[in-house]
């Protein structure tokens, strides 16, 4: 019989075994612990990086939702903005 622990049981890949190892269970014979809740740290900090895997996607995103007039109104507000007279300091 296999030594009680906190974690859940690792499942076999042979299907015999996992057969085996349910019926262990389903008898009593093992028991079987659903895993450990992860922290809200953990969570945290595993959802940050994956949030981050894909890149930064807002500028073509919000591009592509656009209409194409809406998207040259803007536009020409940025060039007027970048190209119009300077402010001076």
Do not use: C, F, H
Not at 36 to 48: F, G, L
Not at 64 to 76: V, Y
């Amino acid at each position: 019989m296999p030594k009680p622990s906190s974690r859940r049981l690792k499942r076999p890949s042979d299907p015999i075994q996992l057969a085996n190892l349910i019926g262990d269970i389903a008898t009593g014979q093992v028991e079987d612990k659903p895993a450990i809740a992860p922290t809200q740290y953990e969570i945290r900090r595993v959802m940050s990086a994956l949030g981050r895997t894909g890149g930064l996607k807002g500028g073509k995103a919000r591009a592509a939702s656009l209409s194409p007039k809406k998207r040259s109104e803007i536009a020409k507000k940025a060039a007027a903005a970048r190209w119009g007279e300077k402010k001076a300091k």
